[in-house]
């Protein structure tokens, strides 16, 4: 896997690289955690820009609706089937290798792994916590069953406290340890609950800093 | 489309399900239109454009960044990103033709203050980008709206080419922090 593009993922967003530079960084955040969960915020901040402007210029155009993917004259699909078949091809080509994996089973930290085989084979939705002293966003598996929780901003090697309100009930799901310069990733399994509320808790400060929603 | 929907959706391209892409092509393909017209003002440029981002979206299909930021943001994206490369490869060529033959001709690269006129509905965006440092709001308005490259940015801001990506890297953080609290 090629170094993480930290520095380039919001230009990619924004439009600011070259074509080359956009390959890169779409492959690389295809199988880097991490990078995929920046990358889905960049993403994000774009498409709420985005929907503000094309709505008065979407209003200006002509455009079919609904046009079939395989319709029309002017469809390169339809120009050059092939290309279908090559990119499904290269797709159904693509393995995604798994290793180094040590996830130690029930509510327990393991700060710093990244849970590859968790986000390959899961389906997850993501809560961006809001607050003071550092941005957190906490993934979770639509089923419940994990949580991965990254972080940026926070005091620098500082230790926190991540609680989940589940059935009104609120219980702590672990800690993690923010990295020198204030980042951190944690991963967390337990069994299949619906979350209600999760909270950021700065170790021995009592006061809540982030929470969701 | 409702959040069930959604993840339903990528279930089934990830699956491999040709007819996922082609739901995905019917509930999208008029707004990435809309982005990719924008930038081109071209139908026909338009349309190869936002095919282009399909097919990307059917390559990276069991990405993780599809699954994390879903399939309307990251099309979003793409297809901007693709039409600023044709627009980029048109402004290339239109210099080149222009070297060549020393004389005057008319692009099709859209006017800049058009754009930005065209997003004035979107005050809350303008709001969100008006509460950046003035160096975050001026590479935002370069890169987003004028359509510059890092290497430009840095150039015509006379910046470190490093500056610039930092700069760019905390302004869409914090552009993407307001916005999501306006949304909630």
């Known amino acids: ?213 | 489309m409702a959040p069930a929907d959604a993840t339903d959706l990528v279930t089934r391209l990830i699956s491999g399900d040709p007819t996922a892409l082609e739901d995905a092509y019917r509930e999208h393909a008029r707004r990435c239109n809309a982005i990719a017209y924008k930038i081109l003002r071209n139908d026909d440029q338009s349309r190869d454009v936002v095919q282009e981002a399909f097919l990307t979206l059917w390559r990276h299909r069991e990405g993780l960044v599809v699954r994390t930021a879903g399939i309307a943001p990251w099309l979003t994206v793409v297809t901007r990103n693709a039409a600023l490369a044709a627009l980029r490869s048109a402004g290339a060529r239109s210099r080149r033709e222009e070297r060549a033959h020393t004389s005057d001709m008319k692009t099709d690269a859209p006017d800049p203050a058009d754009l930005v006129s065209a997003s004035v509905d979107a005050s809350r965006v303008r709001r969100a980008i008006a509460s950046l440092s003035a160096e975050q709001q001026t590479v935002v308005e370069l890169a987003y709206f004028r359509f510059m490259t890092m290497s430009q940015i840095a150039e015509t801001t006379q910046t470190p080419l490093g500056t610039v990506k930092r700069r760019i890297q905390l302004a869409l953080r914090h552009l993407g922090r307001i916005l999501s609290e306006q949304r909630s």
Not at chain 1, 86 to 104: C, D, R, S
Not at chain 1, 180 to 198: D, K
Request: hydrophobic letters at 45%.
């Open chain 1, 1 to 213: 896997m090629m170094p993480h593009p930290h520095d380039e993922i919001e230009a990619f967003a924004l439009g600011s690289l070259d074509e080359a530079a956009c390959r890169r960084v779409l492959e690389h955040a295809d199988q880097c955690p991490t990078c995929a969960v920046v990358l889905a915020d960049a993403l994000n901040a774009v498409h709420m820009m985005e929907a503000g402007g094309e709505r008065a210029i979407a209003q200006k155009i002509s455009l079919g609706d609904s046009r079939p993917l395989r319709a029309g004259s002017g469809n390169l699909w339809a120009r050059q089937p092939w290309r279908l078949l090559q990119v499904a091809a290269i797709a159904a080509a693509v393995l995604i290798v798994v290793g180094g994996l040590n996830i130690i089973r029930g509510m327990q930290t393991i700060a710093y792994t990244v849970p590859v085989a968790s986000l390959v084979h899961s389906h997850f939705t993501h809560h961006a916590l809001h607050g003071e002293g550092g941005n957190v966003k906490v993934i979770q598996d639509l089923n419940g069953r994990w949580l991965y929780l990254v972080a940026d901003g926070l005091t620098p090697k500082a230790r926190y406290n991540l609680f989940e309100t589940v059935n009104g009930d609120q219980r702590e799901v672990g800690q993690f340890v923010s990295t020198n310069s204030g980042e951190a990733t944690a991963y967390w399994e337990q069994g299949p609950v619906r979350i209600q509320r999760l909270q950021v808790v700065s170790v021995g400060t009592p006061s809540t800093l982030l929470r969701w929603p």
